[in-house]
């Protein structure tokens, strides 16, 4: 019951939210605030709180959680105090790099303009929502649906479900933190004019699925 819920429930958060960004194009809203209130321009694109700390510091943070991830799956081998933990980090050495993955593959087949490419917001590609491009894509616009940079914290949704058998009173904590750290990620590419709200969402539920999936297949290993 647990399992199916876990699948159901962000789901249905997702469309409770998805639907009303489409149907009021709330996107295109909230990112015209985040321009006229940076002067007509995406004044904090090349900021180096937005850009260096929170884009390519966020990045490096991602990469290096999960370098540590892959070496204490290795470290589980040999160590008697991380051999408990070997099925959970082959868990989390699966579902992380996969989880992004999914999200890079969604780039690749859909054909949605970041933001600041459309003409609205200083670009030069007309604007179109996400949505009526899954069916008319418009000819020459990019790859930025959904966004790549809130899926390296979205990734680590993995952590929930790990924690669910480790640590299952910590595992409320964890959730709360990735999602805090995918609403930071998500903050910083809106206002940079990197991607729009439904492009954190649908990089969010991507991740979460993926993490859900794997956790399902394997969860009966874990207590062995």
């Given at each position: 019951?647990?399992?199916?819920?876990?699948?159901?429930?962000?789901?249905?958060?997702?469309?409770?939210?998805?639907?009303?960004?489409?149907?009021?194009?709330?996107?295109?809203?909230?990112?015209?605030?985040?321009?006229?209130?940076?002067?007509?321009?995406?004044?904090?694109?090349?900021?180096?709180?937005?850009?260096?700390?929170?884009?390519?510091?966020?990045?490096?943070?991602?990469?290096?959680?999960?370098?540590?991830?892959?070496?204490?799956?290795?470290?589980?081998?040999?160590?008697?105090?991380?051999?408990?933990?070997?099925?959970?980090?082959?868990?989390?050495?699966?579902?992380?790099?996969?989880?992004?993955?999914?999200?890079?593959?969604?780039?690749?087949?859909?054909?949605?303009?970041?933001?600041?490419?459309?003409?609205?917001?200083?670009?030069?590609?007309?604007?179109?929502?996400?949505?009526?491009?899954?069916?008319?894509?418009?000819?020459?616009?990019?790859?930025?649906?959904?966004?790549?940079?809130?899926?390296?914290?979205?990734?680590?949704?993995?952590?929930?479900?790990?924690?669910?058998?480790?640590?299952?009173?910590?595992?409320?904590?964890?959730?709360?933190?990735?999602?805090?750290?995918?609403l930071i990620f998500g903050f910083d590419q809106q206002?940079?004019?990197?991607?729009?709200?439904?492009?954190?969402?649908?990089?969010?539920?991507?991740?979460?699925?993926?993490?859900?999936?794997?956790?399902?297949?394997?969860?009966?290993?874990?207590?062995?």
């Amino acid at each position: 019951m647990l399992k199916q819920k876990l699948f159901w429930l962000p789901i249905s958060l997702y469309l409770a939210l998805i639907i009303p960004i489409v149907w009021w194009d709330l996107d295109w809203q909230l990112a015209n605030y985040w321009y006229q209130l940076e002067g007509q321009q995406w004044a904090l694109r090349y900021n180096w709180l937005t850009q260096r700390l929170l884009h390519d510091g966020g990045h490096d943070l991602a990469v290096g959680l999960y370098i540590i991830v892959l070496l204490l799956y290795s470290f589980s081998y040999k160590s008697p105090l991380l051999a408990k933990y070997k099925s959970g980090l082959a868990y989390l050495s699966l579902s992380l790099p996969l989880a992004t993955l999914a999200v890079s593959l969604f780039k690749r087949l859909t054909t949605v303009d970041c933001p600041w490419s459309v003409i609205d917001f200083g670009g030069q590609q007309p604007y179109q929502s996400w949505f009526h491009s899954l069916w008319s894509p418009i000819t020459g616009a990019g790859h930025c649906f959904p966004s790549g940079h809130a899926s390296s914290a979205y990734m680590f949704f993995g952590l929930y479900f790990f924690s669910r058998y480790y640590w299952p009173t910590r595992s409320t904590l964890i959730l709360i933190l990735v999602i805090s750290m995918g609403l930071i990620f998500g903050f910083d590419q809106q206002i940079r004019g990197a991607h729009y709200l439904s492009h954190d969402l649908t990089s969010a539920i991507l991740c979460w699925l993926v993490c859900w999936f794997i956790w399902y297949i394997r969860v009966n290993r874990w207590t062995r």
